[in-house]
């Protein structure tokens, strides 16, 4: 196994690490097609990807918003990361979760009521359908969270790889598996009994309530991205490995636990603590796997890398839109749920590649993508933007990759791949 042999702010690039992050942005497309019906394949889509799809996409944010201290410095990088995440969410919350709302709540509904009655709340009592007042954009407010919250887990996860328990800890793959499973399940356990003590009796589980517990929900997985990035030299290697020994004793473990074989794991606990250790195994594979598919630069995973984000914030407008337009009805089957997931990333991508993409104020206000400022030395017109989920190195994500690869830059722009032993 070759370490990753960087110095600290080279701006080294972890091209696989775009590719899962667009990948776990499109499942999503998938997983919000469910909601139309009650489906057991889109059902069991949006099961599995429970289990590693949020998880996986916050432990890379973590991962790459050190990368954004280590650049900016702690202050500029909040601002730039609050800049870059609350601006897309302001605006597609104000401009497009109103009318997704209310497509949702007639076509589940089918009270056939106005938009206008919709939202003064002229609606039914216990209505179904998917209706808390984020809708998927929960993900931003807890990315807004943890931006403020960046500089102090960087602090911690600092001392903690500082430390010479944890190096002894995390010698070798086995050491250091065992050590950050056991890392995120007790800050889990920890999380889980304050937001049960703390956080519910003052925030109630509503809407607010949800966002709170979303919120310490993933910490553990955001601590670890961090954790990851500050020892990548040694930590990284060893995690982005296939693990299908731990896969199949944690899946079994999880299978007991949802069937009810064990008492001590069928409890709500007990639960939750399974599909971490299976969320862990998970991503690690998902790591090891993208590493090796993707070991350098690719024009279609950077497209790709850019355009999800604009598939993640419109999607669920334009699956109501297309349920609606088909005339479906909630008691549809997965060809139904398909093609609306299909039509839905088309549209998507479309309307990235056609509107978003020549626009510099679309690019602003839907993809949190600020043009640079002009700084002594450097050219004021290169397109450096801020990449607003998960805090990439800019030019890296901005500047276009050439059909032709120039020699002068195969050096510069290539980082080395992690092999799979």
């Known amino acids: 196994m070759k370490e990753l042999k960087e110095p600290p702010g080279s701006g080294v690039h972890y091209h696989h690490l775009d590719a899962l992050r667009a990948v776990f942005m499109l499942t999503g497309v998938f997983v919000h097609a469910s909601t139309l019906g009650h489906d057991p394949i889109f059902h069991g889509i949006a099961y599995a990807s429970s289990l590693f799809r949020m998880e996986g996409f916050f432990l890379i944010s973590g991962f790459l918003s050190v990368m954004l201290v280590e650049k900016y410095g702690a202050s500029r990088a909040v601002r730039r990361r609050l800049a870059a995440v609350g601006t897309p969410f302001l605006c597609t919350f104000v401009l497009f979760n109103p009318a997704t709302l209310w497509m949702t709540y007639n076509f589940h509904n089918d009270p056939n009521i106005s938009f206008l009655d919709f939202m003064r709340g002229r609606t039914i009592p216990h209505p179904q359908g998917e209706l808390h007042w984020t809708l998927h954009l ?3 407010v807890v990315l807004l969270v943890y931006a403020l919250c960046t500089p102090v887990t960087v602090t911690l996860m600092s001392r903690l790889v500082a430390t010479a328990a944890f190096q002894r800890a995390t010698e070798g793959r086995l050491r250091m598996m065992t050590t950050i499973i056991s890392i ?20 109630g589980t509503g809407s607010i309530g949800e966002l709170a517990r979303f919120t310490l929900e993933f910490l553990p997985f955001f601590a670890l991205g961090v954790l990851l990035y500050l020892d990548r030299r040694r930590l990284l290697p060893l995690y982005q490995r296939p693990a299908p020994v731990l896969l199949a004793v944690s899946g079994a473990a999880l299978l007991a636990a949802n069937k009810g074989w064990v008492p001590g794991l069928a409890s709500g606990t007990g639960l ?26 690719r024009a279609s995973v950077r497209y790709l890398a850019d355009a999800s984000y604009t598939v993640y914030l419109l999607h669920f407008f334009w699956i109501y839109i297309f349920a609606t337009l088909l005339r479906l009805h909630p008691s549809l089957r997965w060809p139904q749920m398909l093609l609306v997931t299909l039509l839905t990333i088309a549209m998507t991508l479309a309307i990235h590649h056609f509107l978003i993409m020549p626009s510099a104020f679309l690019r602003t206000i839907f993809n949190g993508r600020f043009p640079a400022r002009g700084r ?6 290169l397109p450096a933007l801020v990449p607003a989920v998960t805090g990439a190195v800019d030019a890296e994500m901005t500047l276009p990759l050439p059909r032709a690869r120039r020699p002068a830059m195969a050096d510069a722009d290539q980082t080395q791949p992690l092999r799979w032993t």
């Open 184 to 203: 995120v399940v007790a800050i889990t356990i920890v999380l889980r009994g304050a937001r049960r003590a703390v956080v519910e009796p003052v925030l």
């Open 138 to 140: 929960w993900f931003l």
């Open 272 to 297: 939750v603590l399974s599909e971490t250790v299976v969320s862990i195994a998970l991503t690690a594979t998902l790591f090891a796997v993208g590493a090796r598919l993707v070991p350098g630069p």
């Open 376 to 381: 002594r030395g450097s050219p004021s017109d």
